[in-house]
């Protein structure tokens, strides 16, 4: 090959009653002296993300799949919610055999989701409603179908061929024997030149070379082809992975020994700095990265301003916990979630800024995970999680369907998955009979992502009102009980807690850009802690268990007043609050 890189890669393959007199006092003090807009903060700091899985938003001519249109013909819905910006996944032309993670063309939609128009639509009619987009960028790797790879396919002299990986093997096997991040070999031999070629997830979504000049230089003009229509965020898709381990076998595993393993390579560092400059530079736009993949302890070098790399960063220490490996899931406490939550804080620093999530499109429902999604304690469990989420020292992600609780659905064995990295984790594990198949199911029920990705429950009638045609997936069972239409007008219901408590948070800025203090990390039911800025400070409480506790209010602090609670029940002093099961308060300290 004519490009070369010294490598380091990292891979580490994770109302409830609203008090009516405390909104009415919280809306009235919004505009005086003590509660004022931090002049100072970037938009994206304050403003509300929602991120929607296209496929299984909303359906807008009857062919089972949701689409760009659909999102438009909602965009009333999600404003009136308080949504400020909308986080899409990947709308490109694709194959969509990673649901739109394999890009074949950087500049068109995919078919089924609407044209090029209908993005400008979307764009023009978020604008009359003062609201963002965020896009997927995907460019660690692309489709096998994109006309650069099926070039770089010809010939070993071929123009595209150093824009992927490509590497002889090893006495007639793949040049390393370890894994790739969806199951099977990183390497898929081509017939026709006899030669590997490197994928980090599915053999469908070949490598990009990001050692290649030419490489970086066609992804900067198809990210600006974006930025150019209006596109005001981006959010990078496995960013880290932009260097790879794949010279050889001794060296790999050299490489895994190493405390390097440890570390992000600077390249990918250098890069994105790049990107900064030749990209972003001179427009007011939201840039994160997606680390999964990263040590949180590097998070930083992507989010610190003075680095001109990115805005802030999606990290999954949260997302993560009660999570064995991809598929397999573990015992968890509140514990282990304070102490994740706590650690991101401290990561992001005074510097830092990080997205704030309990799920999205790659993980189980936050409510069946994090909460308790049977009928007793689903809304209320439900409640208690949004308090924690949109209470955070960070810009807040709700993920499409989180609003009305939506919970996982029911999976009676393999087939009736979509997910194809899944797929291979049963064909490497339970197929060579390494793993039981029903642990495997008991498990993939629990965190697998397709609980995520059914569609969107809008009404009690036919195909939950997503589609008047056939699903393309199958909707989940419960969406006559759990839909927008039922809750929407109940001032009791997940929807309007959500609503109230996002018009709390915009007019707090302690809630914002507040310091984080746990007040109890080593309570088991109870999590409780502070946010404050100058004088304003909060302390909110939150049951995450089904059980009564009396909680002692430390002694240097009084509560002043509720602003909002997801169960009716004031019952406190200025000694104690009794907590009944998953109940959640701010107050006002």
């Known amino acids: 090959m004519s490009f070369k890189c010294n490598l380091r890669f990292f891979l580490k393959s994770v109302f409830l009653t609203v008090s009516l007199s405390s909104i009415s006092s919280l809306s009235a ?28 938003f909303n359906d807008s001519d009857g062919d089972g799949v949701g689409d760009l249109n659909g999102i438009t013909n909602k965009l009333d819905y999600l404003k009136s919610l308080g949504v400020d910006a909308v986080l899409l996944t990947p709308h490109y032309a694709s194959p969509n055999i990673d649901s739109g993670y394999d890009v074949s063309d950087y500049r068109n939609v995919m078919k089924e989701y609407g044209s090029l128009s209908d993005f400008d639509r979307l764009i023009a009619e978020m604008k009359k409603r003062d609201m963002r987009l965020m896009i997927d960028i995907v460019v660690n790797h692309t489709s096998d179908q994109h006309p650069w790879f099926v070039e770089s396919s010809k010939s070993k002299d071929n123009y595209y061929r150093d824009f992927y990986i490509w590497r002889e093997g090893k006495e007639e096997a793949p040049p390393t024997t370890d894994k790739s991040s969806f199951g099977g070999s990183m390497w898929e031999l081509s017939r026709k030149t006899g030669q590997y070629y490197f994928h980090t997830f599915s053999k469908h979504q070949p490598d990009l070379n990001w050692c290649n000049e030419n490489v970086k230089q066609a992804v900067y003009r198809d990210i600006k082809f974006w930025l150019d229509k209006g596109v005001a965020g981006l959010r990078f898709d496995a960013i880290a992975d932009f260097v790879k ?21 600077p390249k990918v560092h250098a890069y994105v700095k790049e990107l900064n400059k030749k990209v972003f530079s001179g427009r007011d736009i939201a840039t994160a990265a ?57 990561i992001t620093g005074k510097n830092g800024w990080s997205a704030f999530f309990l799920t999205n499109h790659d993980n189980a429902r936050q409510i069946s995970h994090f909460g308790n999604d049977t009928p007793e304690w689903r809304n209320v469990s439900a409640k208690a999680l949004a308090t924690l989420n949109l209470t955070q020292r960070a810009t807040p992600f709700i993920y499409q369907g989180d609003e009305i609780g939506m919970t996982n659905s029911s999976f009676p064995d393999i087939n009736s998955f979509d997910d194809v990295q899944l797929k291979g984790y049963w064909t490497d594990l339970v ?67 959500y609503k109230s408590l996002i018009a709390i948070r915009k007019s707090s800025p302690a809630l914002i850009h507040g310091k984080y203090r746990d007040l109890d990390p080593g309570n088991v039911k109870v999590y409780a802690y502070t946010r404050s800025l100058k004088d304003e400070k909060y302390l909110v409480l939150i049951n995450m268990s089904e059980s009564n506790v009396r909680y002692l209010i430390p002694k240097n602090i009084k509560l002043k007043k509720i602003i909002i609670q997801n169960l009716d029940n004031p019952d406190f002093s200025e000694s104690h609050v009794s907590l009944k099961p998953w109940q959640a308060s701010i107050y006002k300290i």
């Open 431 to 497: 197929d060579t009979r390494k793993v039981d198949a029903e642990y495997f199911m008991k498990n993939a029920r629990m965190t697998n992502r397709d609980n995520s990705r059914t569609p969107f429950q809008w009404s009690p009638e036919h195909n939950a009102g997503f589609s008047t045609g056939t699903p393309w997936f199958k909707v989940n069972d419960n969406y006559k009980e759990i839909n927008v239409s039922s809750q929407i007008d109940d001032p009791k219901s997940v929807y309007n807690y």
């Open 245 to 265: 381990p794949y010279d050889t076998v001794d060296q790999f595993r050299k490489y895994k020994s190493e405390t390097v393993e440890k570390v992000v390579d």
């Open 29 to 56: 003090s919004a505009s005086s002296a003590d509660i004022k807009k931090t002049v100072s903060s970037p938009w994206w700091k304050e403003a509300i993300f929602y991120e929607i899985y296209i496929r299984s």
């Open 290 to 346: 997606e680390v999964w993949r990263t040590p949180s302890e590097e998070v930083s070098l992507f989010t610190d301003p003075k680095r001109k790399e990115l805005n802030f960063a999606f990290i999954f220490d949260a997302i993560f916990v009660g999570r064995k490996s991809v598929w397999e899931a573990k015992p968890w406490s509140l514990i282990d979630l304070k102490s994740a939550i706590g650690h991101v804080d401290k």
